[in-house]
């Protein structure tokens, strides 16, 4: 079994609002990926995240949304190639300014919520994005849904990729991720996430809402700091893995 990543998205509250447990999932995982003041974050959570994330070794990255706080990043907002190439880089630079007061490298960057789904199926804004990176820097790692349209154009431009996986959401025919507005899309059973992340890793392949097997390639596998099995889930998956 090849070393996979375990990443969280973390930093998403806002405020006096407290939105996950990162503080205790911190050590269970491999790579954050730190809300960055659009849909989420504010500048004392990312910066108490980015030194929680220090402390602990695990790898630093960005995730942009739309500029949707009220909707948590998770509404389409229609958005000019422009437009998304510099809300990117606006929360690219935001977030890397916290790793320079903490001496830490910015590793990889993750679109949040819509933003991700759109570029996952919208090649266009894939390559707005993918254009951010470039002139931003083009050494980061895109953290992208496996087999979508965001990492074939990223693996185009020269851009080094991770595919991602979910362990705590359900997959579409089409290797989409099932909408949240459907009562099926989250899995909220630890050991139903531990079996579906085993599957995709050992056989790489994910079973869909339909029962349908599709293919799957894997590097990193999410889990969600704002669910309440992210703790769990984090736990077990890492015992599975055998990080040591």
Partial sequence: ?????????????????????????????TSANIACGFHAGDPHIMNRTVEQAKSYGVAIGAHPGYPDLAGFGRRSIPMSTEEI??????????????????????????????????AAKNITIAHAIIKAIKQFDDQLILYGLANSALIEAAIEAGIRVASEVFADRTYENDGSLTPRSQPNAVISNVNECVEQARRMINDKQVLTVTGELIPIDVDTICIHG???HALSIAQALRNMLNFN
Wanted: hydrophobic fraction near 30%.
């Fill in 1 to 29: 079994m090849k070393k996979i990543d375990i990443n969280c998205d973390m930093g998403e509250g806002y405020g006096s609002y407290i939105v996950g447990n990162d503080e205790e999932v911190m050590p269970y995982i």
């Fill in 226 to 228: 704002d669910s309440p």
């Fill in 85 to 118: 190439t510099n809300i990117t880089l606006a929360q690219l630079g935001t977030l890397h300014s916290f790793c320079r007061a903490h001496k830490v490298d910015l590793h990889h960057i993750k679109p949040h919520g819509a933003l991700y789904n759109d």
